[in-house]
């Protein structure tokens, strides 16, 4: 089984500034992470994702996330926001074993980027 | 349709009532989940259909839910005899295969009074 934890359930932020989205996991078994986005009354969008490889994973949206094993967490970090980052960022494991997109979630960030 | 389609999008409930909730999935995707999303959570797996097979069920919470894909596109969430914690957003989505990018519908908002 597998656990999500995200620290922060709010982040007000100005526009500009770096923000920093805490995410760990708990897990027995090897994981795929993911980080999604969901824009207010839109579905969830895939933002990025480490499946293997390099550890630092990027969006084409200026975020970036990266995997650290021995603390298992995947923080996700943009060093400049905008207001259209104004959302929920949910953060998520996969056990590589099972089928891909059985997903455990975190409960989510919400992020509020101020003028 | 161009992406995941649900409906409702709202559904408010007597206690007691059913209610069917419905998937359209992205023509063609082999994968269909469904997750829980109750207010302040992340979402939470309930089910998973590959085509018509449903392979995984262990997130119902009750025998009160059902889902099925009978011609392996559209889905149906039943919950029967609903009850005040069922009220939460039902999110279904969908993908190519089981490990390919997976597509989530608006999701059904049901309000259990």
């Known amino acids: 089984a597998q656990s999500v934890t995200q620290l922060d359930s709010q982040v007000p932020v100005f526009e500009e500034a770096p923000v920093e989205l805490r995410c760990n996991y708990s897990?027995?078994?090897?994981?795929?992470l993911f980080w999604y986005v969901q824009y207010p009354n839109q579905g969830l969008q895939l933002l990025l994702k480490?499946?293997?490889?390099?550890?630092l994973v990027e969006s084409i949206n200026g975020f970036e996330a990266e995997f650290n094993k021995s603390q298992t967490s995947f923080h996700l970090r943009k060093p400049s926001v905008h207001i259209s980052d104004t959302a929920e960022y949910f953060c998520?494991?996969?056990?590589?074993?099972?089928?891909?997109?059985?997903?455990?979630f975190g409960g989510g960030t919400r992020v509020l980027v101020k003028p | 349709g161009a992406g995941v389609s649900q409906s409702p999008r709202y559904k408010v409930a007597k206690r007691g009532q059913d209610v069917a909730l419905r998937c359209d999935p992205i023509?063609?995707?082999?994968?269909l989940f469904w997750y829980q999303q109750a207010l302040g959570q992340g979402p939470e797996f309930l089910t998973y259909?590959?085509?018509?097979?449903?392979?995984?069920k262990s997130g119902l919470p009750s025998d009160r839910f059902f889902a099925e894909r009978p011609e392996g596109s559209v889905s149906t969430l039943k919950i029967q005899r609903t009850q005040q914690e069922d009220s939460a957003v039902y999110l279904c989505?969908?993908?190519?295969?089981?490990?390919?990018?997976?597509?989530f519908g608006s999701g059904t908002q049901l309000s259990v009074l």
């Open positions: 989505a969908s993908s190519l295969g089981t490990s390919e990018k997976l597509f």
């Open positions: 480490y499946l293997s490889g390099s550890t």
């Open positions: 259909f590959q085509n018509e097979a449903q392979l995984d």
């Open positions: 998520a494991v996969s056990d590589k074993r099972a089928a891909g997109n059985k997903l455990t």
């Open positions: 023509s063609g995707h082999v994968s």
């Open positions: 897990s027995s078994v090897s994981v795929y």
